[in-house]
T-cell receptor, first 115, second 114 residues
Framework: GENVEQHPSTLSVQEGDSAVIKCTYSDSASNYFPWYKQELGKRPQLIIDIRSNVGEKKDQRIAVTLNKTAKHFSLHITETQPEDSAVYFCAASGPGGGSQGNLIFGKGTKLSVKP | ETGVTQTPRHLVMGMTNKKSLKCEQHLGHNAMYWYKQSAKKPLELMFVYNFKEQTENNSVPSRFSPECPNSSHLFLHLHTLQPEDSALYLC?????????????FGEGSRLTVL
């Protein structure tokens, strides 16, 4: 089955700096790669996702890149703000129904943005 | 209102107790999930239901018993749990799609097993 590795486990940046979180996946059939943000004591929420037919997607200060050949994808946050502090999870899933279509999550990255 | 509601939010139980967690979604989705979130294995998939049918059991011990009476409700029945089962149990729902879709999570039920 799919295995998702996420690095780093913790990341501390100064406000205004950029933050990059990287994930690798094992199943070459995976074609959907979302990122979830979980603030302390709250539920995980989708912030951005990318499908395998594109290499990059951007939404304001957040961008995600995908390298299918290397089987890795990354989250980029520019001009970080204190409210970006949270745990970020990457995930991957494959096509179709059944087990392959279920999201498998990385272990998470705790991002701290220092004012 | 997030659309996915879980009760209770906190639960403390002994190893011999029997309790249930409840999840309800008001989003019209047809897929529902139980995830376990702990320090060791964040967001670990437990069970998946599509159109009330269980489509995934991720090698979960039988002391966890899911029930999905309809597409809007999902239960997790707990009995003879172990202290290592203490965790945050998250329910989620989605529209089943061919190539993945957004999961909408509930706030979670924080379980402590004494």
């Amino acid at each position: 089955g799919e295995n998702v590795e996420q690095h780093p486990s913790t990341l501390s940046v100064q406000e205004g700096d950029s933050a990059v979180i990287k994930c690798t996946y094992s199943d070459s059939a995976s074609n959907y790669f979302p990122w979830y943000k979980q603030e302390l004591g709250k539920r995980p929420q989708l912030i951005i996702d990318i499908r395998s037919n594109v290499g990059e997607k951007k939404d304001q200060r957040i961008a995600v890149t995908l390298n299918k050949t290397a089987k890795h994808f990354s989250l980029h946050i520019t001009e970080t703000q204190p409210e970006d502090s949270a745990v970020y999870f990457c995930a991957a899933s494959g096509p179709g129904g059944g087990s392959q279509g279920n999201l498998i999550f990385g272990k998470g990255t705790k991002l701290s943005v220092k004012p | 209102e997030t659309g996915v509601t879980q009760t209770p939010r906190h639960l403390v139980m002994g190893m011999t107790n029997k309790k249930s967690l409840k999840c309800e979604q008001h989003l019209g989705h047809n897929a529902m999930y139980w995830y376990k979130q702990s320090a060791k294995k964040p967001l670990e998939l437990m069970f998946v239901y599509n159109f009330k049918e269980q489509t995934e059991n991720n090698s979960v011990p039988s002391r966890f018993s899911p029930e999905c009476p309809n597409s809007s409700h999902l239960f997790l029945h707990l009995h003879t749990l172990q202290p290592e089962d203490s965790a945050l149990y998250l329910c989620a729902s989605s529209q089943p799609t061919v190539a993945g879709g957004e999961l909408f999570f509930g706030e979670g039920s924080r379980l402590t097993v004494l």
